[in-house]
């Protein structure tokens, strides 16, 4: 079956020197697993001193080095979050909102959306970073998944604008939506839907693809969780390069 439109991760990454921060969401190419890639990069020394860390129920990002860390308040967060039967990954605190937004008032299946908009893009003048977002839900043996971006009108910090796109999964297909269209000064939002990518079959070759087409000195850490369908089972890699 031939789909229009659809990119391969390596070819949009390796062209790209900051993307900023991302998200992938798909299908294995075998149909097996469901498949998540969240990545982030950094230009100054505060964005680049971090590592993603694991733990029950979520992951966080962390100063690498503690005695460097200069303003944290955009840059540690919790990037990934458990709930219930969905995963929730966000590239801000914003995980946080859709995580508490599903345990107070539960899934109506707007919930994802309803949460964000209490929320607006990153008030870091004149980026004006946009916030993505996704959410994976588990279904009988399958999924779906929603991604979302909260971004300022054409750099107009007194409007947010908020996007919502929703996705019954195929195999070898996924999304992909990261912060910046391009390097910049300031650096401009991502511009258009969620780009349309070959999605491969395991969490070791997603890991690959990704990690070695980011741009090597802008590179900071990439969480990749994969779960299996049929078994519900997950398998995860974390890379940071500060080691």
């Given at each position: 079956m031939s789909v229009k439109g659809l990119n391969n991760i390596e070819d949009l990454l390796s062209v790209n020197s900051y993307p900023g921060r991302?998200?992938?969401?798909?299908?294995?190419?075998?149909?097996?697993?469901?498949?998540?890639?969240?990545?982030?990069?950094?230009?100054?020394?505060?964005?680049?001193?971090?590592?993603?860390?694991?733990?029950?129920?979520?992951?966080?990002?962390?100063?690498?080095?503690?005695?460097?860390?200069?303003?944290?308040?955009?840059?540690i967060y919790n990037p990934f979050l458990e709930c219930d039967k969905s995963d929730i990954v966000t590239n801000g605190d914003q995980t946080d909102t859709v995580f508490n937004y599903i345990k107070e008032h539960g899934d109506d299946g707007y919930s994802f959306e309803k949460s964000l908009y209490t929320r607006e893009f990153e008030p870091d003048h004149p980026n004006y970073t946009p916030r993505i977002s996704a959410i994976l839900n588990y279904a009988d043996g399958d999924f779906n998944y929603k991604m979302s971006i909260l971004k300022s009108s054409d750099g107009n910090p007194e409007v947010c604008n908020r996007y919502f796109y929703g996705y019954s999964p195929l195999a070898g297909i996924g999304h992909f939506i990261h912060t910046y269209e391009c390097d910049g000064n300031p650096i401009p939002s991502f511009y258009g839907e969620p780009e349309k990518v070959k999605m491969p079959n395991t969490a070791k070759e997603l890991a690959d693809i990704v990690w070695n087409n980011l741009n090597q000195d802008n590179k900071v850490s990439l969480f990749i969780r994969t779960i299996s369908l049929e078994s519900g089972k997950s398998e995860e890699i974390i890379i940071n390069k500060n080691k």
């Open positions: 991302g998200i992938i969401v798909g299908k294995s190419a075998d149909g097996k697993s469901a498949m998540i890639a969240y990545f982030i990069m950094g230009r100054s020394a505060n964005s680049r001193n971090r590592i993603f860390e694991r733990y029950e129920g979520g992951m966080r990002t962390k100063a690498f080095d503690e005695s460097k860390l200069e303003d944290p308040s955009l840059i």
